[in-house]
């Protein structure tokens, strides 16, 4: 069964306009979210989070959006470059007091920016 | 600042043979984790160590089995290998207690194929 869900397994956008990237989860403990971005033959490299309190984050260019009540949350590029495309991960934690436990991911959506 | 460094790159073995990965956190991190990442899927925690203790534990078979030293550098063990164990390994690394805590940070990983 799996808890973190993206259904889109790849995207494709022009450079300079938008690429959102969903995911969705089911287990509600889950309190913690994480995307990360990965190109092959490297490691997983950490993006963007947030936490279960806010609905929205933003860092440059990356914005995340989380939507407990659909259990669902988007990242937002804007604008996309090509360097953008590869792999992106959502992932999910269930906070254990301050201490830093498992994430679980979901299976990734390649995107890929068109110059 | 040296991020998280994992050993061998690639690793080719034969099934029933025995295999140990490496992986040293990056600087000032105390915790270890360890991801399988089949092809096509995201990665999927194994275990995460601490004060040299198993601290977590997913859904693997105990043929997977880790250590964590003094220096908080890590070591994961298969035994009996499979087929199916050919993936990427990945090991991340956090701060217990740290202002990021979620924030795991991961290494390039090891390829391991299994004949």
């Known amino acids: 069964d799996q808890q973190v869900k993206q259904n889109s397994p790849s995207l494709s956008v022009q450079e300079g306009r938008i690429s959102i990237l969903n995911c969705d989860y089911t287990?509600?403990?889950?309190?913690?979210f994480l995307w990360y971005k990965k190109y092959p033959a490297e490691g997983p490299t950490f993006l963007i989070s947030i936490s279960s309190i806010k609905d929205k984050n933003e860092d440059g260019r990356f914005t995340v959006f989380l939507n407990k009540s659909a259990k669902h949350l988007s990242l937002h590029i804007v604008p996309s470059q090509p360097g953008d495309s590869a792999v992106y991960f959502c992932?999910?934690?269930?906070?254990?007091?301050?201490?830093?436990?498992?994430?679980?991911f979901g299976k990734g959506t390649l995107l890929t920016v068109n110059p | 600042d040296a991020g998280v460094t994992q050993s061998p790159t690639h690793l080719i073995k034969t099934r029933g043979q025995q295999v140990t990965l490496r992986c040293s956190p990056k600087s000032g991190h105390d915790t270890v984790s360890w991801y399988q990442q089949a092809l096509g899927q995201g990665p999927q925690f194994i275990f995460q160590y601490y004060e040299e203790e198993e601290r977590q534990r997913g859904n693997f078979p105990d043929r997977f089995s880790g250590h964590q030293f003094p220096n908080y550098s890590s070591e994961l063990n298969v035994n009996a290998l499979l087929l199916g164990d050919s993936a990427l390994y990945l090991c991340a690394s956090s701060l217990v207690g740290g202002v990021s805590y979620n924030e795991q940070f991961f290494g390039p990983g090891t390829r391991l194929t299994v004949l």
């Open positions: 287990n509600s403990m889950f309190d913690y």
């Open positions: 992932a999910a934690s269930a906070d254990s007091g301050g201490s830093n436990y498992k994430l679980t």
